[in-house]
């Protein structure tokens, strides 16, 4: 047996949104060590093994860089167009 990472994803169900998938996960027993993202999660599944294989890659650590760096600037752009037009404005652009 090879220890990998475990990336849990749990995926939206009609039956109870998502929260008996996302149970299943989290309740793991001791020693089985899930990492967990949102319902329907599977983007950020993707950057948390992109950051976890970045640990010892160092193309991939700056590539992850920057993309962290490129949200963080998305953010702030939304942010002042936010300010600027106001909750209402931004909403109905959306």
Do not use: C, F, H, W
């Not at 994803?9 to 309740?27: A, E, F, H, R």
């Not at 992850?64 to 490129?70: H, L, P, R």
């Not at 998305?74 to 037009?85: A, F, G, P, S």
């Amino acid at each position: 047996m090879i220890p990998v990472p475990v990336i849990g994803v749990p995926i939206y169900t009609k039956t109870l949104n998502g929260i008996d998938s996302l149970y299943s996960i989290v309740q793991m027993p001791s020693g089985i060590p899930v990492a967990t993202v949102s319902i329907n999660g599977a983007k950020n599944a993707g950057i948390l093994a992109a950051t976890i294989l970045a640990s010892s890659n160092e193309n991939m650590r700056e590539k992850i860089i920057k993309y962290k760096k490129d949200l963080a600037e998305q953010v702030i752009t939304k942010d002042e167009k936010l300010q600027n037009i106001g909750y209402d404005n931004y909403i109905k652009q959306m």
